[in-house]
């Protein structure tokens, strides 16, 4: 780094823009979010006499995605308080867990001071940069021309996972840890490396990474979150909690670290802990996602005044926005059912919820709802007749939210079979959600009167198929994998069409591969499961990793 | 300002202050701007930062600075400081010549294991060093160094200039004076807040060979 004389009045006043050497402006592309109309042609302003031509604005976050979706922007500058229900924070987290932001777009938020101290704290859905607004030309010019210059390093590497080639991009990372001159670009690699790793499901891969990073610097806190998240993912929760305390020590406001210890506290079915831990992270950070699982957990306590002004609290904050979940209308509805207020259920789907309409899953679960409250009401035959639309709606779909609602209802108006044989369904077909599901089911049973059948419909012999997974991931994560195998397919032999089984199976293959190189029968193997996996859940997000990494593989 | 319609004026005020910035500093890139555009421009950062310095020793006062603290690395923090740093770029209307405003690698002093990251609120930390280098600019002959070294609990900034000579006290106590009556510097007040709202921070100013040093101490966050 050399020495940087600042320049004199006159070079700064003297017109037309300075000429960076590494960062052409020019070719750059970016898109400017602000509500207020001055500011963001101010920003524009800034942007052009930087050099670039190709400025784009929008004034609210919905604009702002159809331009993202149609446009690959270099740069995107965000402010954080972009109207009175979505924030930037939200809007960059919709970005995120969509996979609607590329690898390759700079994200840059703006914030005026008072909102500062409460954004900067955020972990969990990090932007590029942030910036006080508003900054400087010459602030601004510093801080692109950073982001940019980290960017252009990194280019092969975000190009990769982009494309979603994520083996690709961890062979890249590598050989730019060769080249990387200082610690923060090192950094900045492992960061993307353990990224694609996670994508790939790698985590034996992905720890020495993180120890890797360590040892550049230990106290990073994506690098001790991360640790904690594999250890959680590995199974041993006592130093996933270790690490997560760690980090609330040191940052009260982790939010994403009190999320991992309420999961472990699920594990050891202290539900109790997980719903005060989940609530404190709402209280931190709000958003419509933390108060969905707050009203969840409060749900299942029994907690229902809890339940129900958390789910009052998430339609209120993504009413109207892209993070709209037509589904919290149904749980607070059936909150307000198990409340014995079926008046004010009825008002939540019939008037309330009327924009998402009645058909669908949607509305599947939505009649079997209103069946109890018309039922509770008195009225057992519009009760009745809400019940036949909804299995009749149902057809032979599989939904596990559905079939929970419509279960609820049909032991409520009376019908036994029905309601045990949907139950019973929900949890064989819930798959990954089977833990939250099988909680769902057997509170249904309680609430109905039938705590003494809980067993029978929510094992239907998943006690033993978890039992197997379990025992083969251990077994898979300490590269036993002929092992591995064997009790996987004990476990396929009980119910062949298992999620959690199957997805167990294809990434023990895809890892066997992997580490014991190419193997005909194993490849045909995981072939074979992939497509299973295809049919059962299409366009699974996970399932499309697997099909990524084994092509990486079998071309390689 | 505990009356919420005061609060509202005065942000109003500073955003509007901020907008006019930004325009007049878009004015300043043509080559045609009158003398008076180019003061005008001068004048509204000035009352802008007077303004931001007001408030913030105002908050600092009332309910105490919430430091918002995110890892900085501290060579590019003060590349960028020396950069952008507005008093740096008028420096020249108070003398009529160039100060030279030096971001000192040589002096620069990474903690081995913090690897120069530091922990702390990089706004305040720079509009407390920005308040400090304005200080430094004003009384320097030639010349202003800035670094910081960094220890295992500590971050310290530093900034040199060549002001005063040895044992020329009467120059510092004048500056101290010219410090707390000064219409742009808030100065040291402001230094101070910032480094309290830090932990145990301190702030110093003393006359040392060939100069006036100014050193603001952090503690370091963990």
Same mark, same amino acid.
């Given at each position: 780094?050399?020495?940087?004389?600042?320049?004199?009045?006159?070079?700064?006043?003297?017109?037309?823009?300075?000429?960076?050497?590494?960062?052409?402006?020019?070719?750059?592309?970016?898109?400017?979010?602000?509500?207020?109309?001055?500011?963001?042609?101010?920003?524009?302003?800034?942007?052009?006499?930087?050099?670039?031509?190709?400025?784009?604005?929008?004034?609210?976050?919905?604009?702002?995605?159809?331009?993202?979706?149609?446009?690959?922007?270099?740069?995107?500058?965000?402010?954080?308080?972009?109207?009175?229900?979505?924030?930037?924070?939200?809007?960059?987290?919709?970005?995120?867990?969509?996979?609607?932001?590329?690898?390759?777009?700079?994200?840059?938020?703006?914030?005026?001071?008072?909102?500062?101290?409460?954004?900067?704290?955020?972990?969990?859905?990090?932007?590029?940069?942030?910036?006080?607004?508003?900054?400087?030309?010459?602030?601004?010019?510093?801080?692109?021309?950073?982001?940019?210059?980290?960017?252009?390093?990194?280019?092969?590497?975000?190009?990769?996972?982009?494309?979603?080639?994520?083996?690709?991009?961890?062979?890249?990372?590598?050989?730019?840890?060769?080249?990387?001159?200082?610690?923060?670009?090192?950094?900045?690699?492992?960061?993307?490396?353990?990224?694609?790793?996670?994508?790939?499901?790698?985590?034996?891969?992905?720890?020495?990474?993180?120890?890797?990073?360590?040892?550049?610097?230990?106290?990073?806190?994506?690098?001790?979150?991360?640790?904690?998240?594999?250890?959680?993912?590995?199974?041993?929760?006592?130093?996933?909690?270790?690490?997560?305390?760690?980090?609330?020590?040191?940052?009260?406001?982790?939010?994403?670290?009190?999320?991992?210890?309420?999961?472990?506290?699920?594990?050891?079915?202290?539900?109790?802990?997980?719903?005060?831990?989940?609530?404190?992270?709402?209280?931190?950070?709000?958003?419509?996602?933390?108060?969905?699982?707050?009203?969840?957990?409060?749900?299942?306590?029994?907690?229902?005044?809890?339940?129900?002004?958390?789910?009052?609290?998430?339609?209120?904050?993504?009413?109207?926005?892209?993070?709209?979940?037509?589904?919290?209308?149904?749980?607070?509805?059936?909150?307000?059912?198990?409340?014995?207020?079926?008046?004010?259920?009825?008002?939540?789907?019939?008037?309330?919820?009327?924009?998402?309409?009645?058909?669908?899953?949607?509305?599947?679960?939505?009649?079997?709802?209103?069946?109890?409250?018309?039922?509770?009401?008195?009225?057992?035959?519009?009760?009745?007749?809400?019940?036949?639309?909804?299995?009749?709606?149902?057809?032979?779909?599989?939904?596990?939210?559905?079939?929970?609602?419509?279960?609820?209802?049909?032991?409520?108006?009376?019908?036994?079979?029905?309601?045990?044989?949907?139950?019973?369904?929900?949890?064989?077909?819930?798959?990954?959600?089977?833990?939250?599901?099988?909680?769902?089911?057997?509170?249904?049973?309680?609430?109905?009167?039938?705590?003494?059948?809980?067993?029978?419909?929510?094992?239907?012999?998943?006690?033993?198929?978890?039992?197997?997974?379990?025992?083969?991931?251990?077994?898979?994560?300490?590269?036993?994998?002929?092992?591995?195998?064997?009790?996987?397919?004990?476990?396929?032999?009980?119910?062949?069409?298992?999620?959690?089984?199957?997805?167990?199976?294809?990434?023990?293959?895809?890892?066997?591969?992997?580490?014991?190189?190419?193997?005909?029968?194993?490849?045909?193997?995981?072939?074979?499961?992939?497509?299973?996996?295809?049919?059962?859940?299409?366009?699974?997000?996970?399932?499309?990793?697997?099909?990524?990494?084994?092509?990486?593989?079998?071309?390689? | 300002?505990?009356?919420?319609?005061?609060?509202?004026?005065?942000?109003?005020?500073?955003?509007?202050?901020?907008?006019?910035?930004?325009?007049?500093?878009?004015?300043?890139?043509?080559?045609?701007?009158?003398?008076?555009?180019?003061?005008?421009?001068?004048?509204?950062?000035?009352?802008?930062?007077?303004?931001?310095?007001?408030?913030?020793?105002?908050?600092?006062?009332?309910?105490?600075?919430?430091?918002?603290?995110?890892?900085?690395?501290?060579?590019?923090?003060?590349?960028?400081?020396?950069?952008?740093?507005?008093?740096?770029?008028?420096?020249?209307?108070?003398?009529?010549?160039?100060?030279?405003?030096?971001?000192?690698?040589?002096?620069?002093?990474?903690?081995?294991?913090?690897?120069?990251?530091?922990?702390?609120?990089?706004?305040?930390?720079?509009?407390? &060093?920005?308040? $400090? +280098?304005?200080? %430094? @600019?004003?009384? !320097? /002959?030639?010349?202003?160094? *800035?670094?910081? =070294?960094?220890?295992?609990?500590?971050?310290?900034?530093?900034?040199?200039?060549?002001?005063?000579?040895?044992?020329?006290?009467?120059?510092?106590?004048?500056?101290?004076?010219?410090?707390?009556?000064?219409?742009?510097? &808030?100065?040291? $007040? +402001?230094?101070? %807040? @910032?480094?309290? !709202? /830090?932990?145990?921070?301190? *702030?110093?100013? =003393?006359?040392?060979?060939?100069?006036?040093?100014?050193?603001?101490?952090?503690?370091?966050?963990?």
């Amino acid at each position: 780094m050399a020495n940087l004389p600042v320049q004199g009045i006159n070079a700064l006043f003297s017109g037309g823009f300075i000429e960076n050497e590494y960062v052409h402006f020019n070719k750059l592309s970016a898109l400017v979010i602000d509500d207020i109309s001055a500011m963001r042609h101010a920003v524009r302003s800034q942007l052009q006499s930087l050099g670039m031509n190709k400025v784009s604005v929008a004034s609210n976050a919905n604009d702002a995605l159809e331009l993202i979706k149609a446009t690959a922007f270099d740069v995107i500058m965000c402010d954080y308080n972009l109207n009175s229900t979505s924030s930037g924070q939200h809007f960059l987290e919709y970005l995120r867990n969509e996979n609607i932001l590329n690898a390759t777009s700079v994200f840059v938020m703006l914030t005026a001071e008072a909102e500062y101290s409460f954004v900067a704290n955020a972990v969990e859905y990090i932007p590029d940069d942030y910036l006080l607004k508003p900054c400087s030309e010459s602030k601004l010019r510093s801080r692109l021309e950073r982001l940019i210059d980290r960017r252009a390093f990194l280019m092969p590497v975000l190009k990769a996972l982009d494309a979603k080639q994520y083996d690709l991009a961890v062979t890249e990372c590598n050989k730019l840890l060769d080249i990387a001159p200082d610690a923060r670009r090192r950094m900045d690699v492992l960061r993307r490396k353990s990224d694609a790793q996670l994508a790939l499901g790698d985590h034996l891969s992905v720890l020495e990474t993180y120890a890797h990073a360590a040892a550049v610097r230990g106290d990073a806190p994506w690098v001790m979150m991360g640790l904690a998240r594999t250890h959680y993912a590995l199974g041993d929760f006592a130093q996933a909690a270790e690490m997560a305390n760690m980090l609330v020590g040191k940052n009260k406001n982790y939010v994403a670290a009190y999320e991992l210890l309420a999961k472990i506290r699920l594990e050891a079915d202290d539900d109790e802990g997980a719903f005060e831990l989940l609530n404190r992270s709402s209280v931190i950070l709000p958003s419509a996602r933390r108060f969905r699982s707050v009203a969840q957990a409060a749900f299942l306590l029994g907690k229902l005044e809890d339940a129900k002004s958390n789910a009052e609290a998430a339609i209120q904050l993504s009413n109207g926005s892209m993070v709209e979940k037509p589904d919290d209308y149904l749980s607070l509805a059936q909150t307000q059912v198990d409340m014995g207020d079926h008046k004010c259920a009825i008002e939540t789907l019939e008037k309330n919820a009327r924009k998402h309409g009645d058909v669908g899953l949607f509305g599947v679960a939505k009649g079997a709802i209103l069946a109890q409250a018309y039922f509770d009401s008195g009225d057992h035959e519009k009760a009745r007749k809400l019940m036949e639309r909804s299995v009749s709606l149902l057809a032979n779909r599989t939904d596990s939210v559905a079939m929970v609602a419509l279960g609820k209802a049909a032991l409520k108006t009376g019908d036994m079979v029905l309601g045990m044989k949907l139950l019973t369904q929900a949890v064989q077909v819930s798959g990954q959600d089977e833990r939250i599901i099988a909680r769902h089911v057997k509170k249904s049973m309680i609430d109905t009167g039938h705590a003494d059948k809980v067993e029978d419909v929510i094992d239907g012999g998943r006690k033993r198929i978890l039992l197997l997974v379990d025992e083969a991931t251990k077994l898979m994560r300490s590269a036993h994998f002929t092992e591995a195998n064997q009790k996987i397919n004990e476990a396929l032999g009980i119910h062949e069409e298992n999620l959690e089984a199957l997805m167990t199976a294809a990434q023990l293959h895809l890892l066997w591969l992997k580490h014991e190189g190419m193997d005909v029968r194993v490849v045909e193997r995981a072939k074979a499961y992939l497509s299973t996996l295809d049919k059962l859940v299409p366009n699974n997000q996970k399932v499309m990793n697997f099909y990524r990494f084994f092509n990486d593989i079998v071309s390689n | 300002m505990q009356n919420p319609l005061s609060a509202l004026v005065i942000h109003d005020i500073k955003n509007a202050l901020s907008l006019l910035e930004i325009d007049l500093e878009q004015l300043n890139h043509r080559k045609d701007t009158p003398l008076e555009g180019r003061r005008a421009y001068r004048r509204c950062i000035e009352l802008k930062t007077r303004l931001v310095s007001f408030l913030t020793l105002y908050k600092h006062d009332q309910s105490g600075l919430q430091p918002a603290m995110v890892e900085v690395d501290l060579a590019e923090f003060i590349e960028d400081l020396v950069r952008n740093s507005q008093s740096a770029m008028m420096a020249e209307s108070h003398h009529g010549h160039q100060i030279v405003v030096h971001a000192d690698n040589e002096r620069m002093k990474p903690d081995s294991a913090a690897g120069g990251f530091g922990m702390f609120d990089e706004n305040l930390v720079e509009l407390a &060093l920005e308040s $400090a +280098l304005n200080n %430094a @600019v004003r009384y !320097a /002959h030639r010349r202003v160094d *800035v670094w910081f =070294e960094q220890e295992a609990d500590e971050i310290v900034f530093r900034v040199l200039d060549d002001g005063a000579g040895v044992g020329e006290l009467g120059e510092l106590m004048q500056r101290k004076i010219a410090e707390k009556s000064s219409s742009t510097g &808030l100065g040291l $007040a +402001l230094c101070k %807040a @910032v480094a309290g !709202a /830090h932990g145990s921070g301190s *702030v110093r100013l =003393e006359s040392v060979s060939g100069g006036t040093l100014f050193t603001m101490r952090l503690r370091a966050a963990g």
